[in-house]
């Protein structure tokens, strides 16, 4: 069997910008038999299978029980989640913006904070069986980024519906809609992320700037998003740095450039987000890649 190692990258159409922040295509045949821990980030992971289920031995959350999706849907977390595949996987990954959610899924990303889901529980059965058969229908990265690209279009489009039962359950997003969350959340908020995202700014000057107490922008910043504002500034600077990382890379210059006060500062923070060291973490990611120089491995990008 020859070996396939696919990875691609595209764009959202200009509409779904504002909501998602790119997509990531994914296609492997004959490898070795591995496990990939998906990292605390910014973006919400929404994941459309082409082939085999996506397999979760552990989550985020470790009272959560591992299982295998169709599509899943993951809110922002703290921890590392656990994926194994027995040398086939493929799929599409959606980052969300969790500032989108309500728009694109009708709850805010704090309803999903720290959760994997079926997608089916916020989309619909019918939704997601139609994009994976479209998917598996496409012909290349370009056409597949399309197919979730005006699934998520329609999305847009339908109704406002109410995201959780009593219970803690979702409701079927295609029973007929009856009230919900609003498209959008409080601006605040939504100033309150972008400042924590693009630089070293302290709460407390954020809520000064929208004229919150540090307590209620907390309060209000982590039932919009599904963190506390210093938990997302934090994972946001992990998840800069990590990007950075590459084989060869020094990791003191790493540290140094993403500001954290020293190597072992970064280190700590490594272990405390994904659970291993930076050089174990590049070893996992990065070593089949090497390993297969000269195979039919590539990445694409399509802007």
């Excluded at 990531?24 to 289920?53: C, K, N, W």
């Excluded at 000269?294 to 694409?300: N, S």
């Amino acid at each position: 069997m020859s070996v396939v190692d696919e990875y691609a990258t595209g764009r959202p159409s200009a509409r779904l910008r504002p909501h998602v922040a790119f997509y990531s295509g994914y296609r492997q045949r004959g490898v070795a038999p591995g496990r990939h821990r998906g990292l605390p980030s910014p973006y919400l992971t929404l994941i459309f299978t082409m082939d085999e289920p996506l397999i979760v031995d552990a989550h985020p959350d470790p009272r959560q029980r591992g299982g295998s999706y169709d599509a899943l849907i993951g809110g922002l977390h703290l921890g590392p989640a656990i994926i194994s595949h027995e040398g086939r996987q493929s799929g599409v990954q959606v980052a969300l913006r969790p500032l989108g959610c309500r728009a694109l899924l009708g709850v805010p990303a704090g309803e999903l904070s720290g959760l994997d889901l079926p997608a089916s529980s916020v989309l619909g059965h019918a939704r997601i069986a139609e994009v994976r058969e479209r998917l598996y229908a496409a012909a290349s990265w370009p056409e597949r980024f399309a197919v979730v690209d005006q699934a998520l279009c329609r999305a847009l489009d339908r109704p406002v519906r109410i995201g959780w039962a009593a219970g803690g359950a979702l409701n079927d997003p295609e029973a007929p809609a009856h009230g919900g969350f609003p498209r959008s959340g409080a601006p605040e908020v939504a100033y309150a992320w972008e400042r924590l995202m693009t630089g070293s700014v302290s709460v407390a000057a954020v809520a000064a700037e929208v004229g919150w107490s540090g307590r209620h922008l907390t309060a209000r910043f982590r039932a919009e998003v599904g963190l506390r504002p210093k938990e997302a500034a934090r994972v946001a600077r992990f998840d800069r740095a990590r990007r950075a990382l590459r084989p060869g890379a020094r990791i003191a210059d790493v540290a140094g450039g993403f500001g954290f006060f020293d190597q072992s500062h970064f280190v700590r923070e490594f272990h405390a987000l994904a659970g291993c060291a930076p050089g174990t973490w590049l070893a996992d990611e990065f070593g089949f890649v090497q390993a297969m120089a000269g195979a039919d491995a590539h990445h694409e990008r399509y802007d």
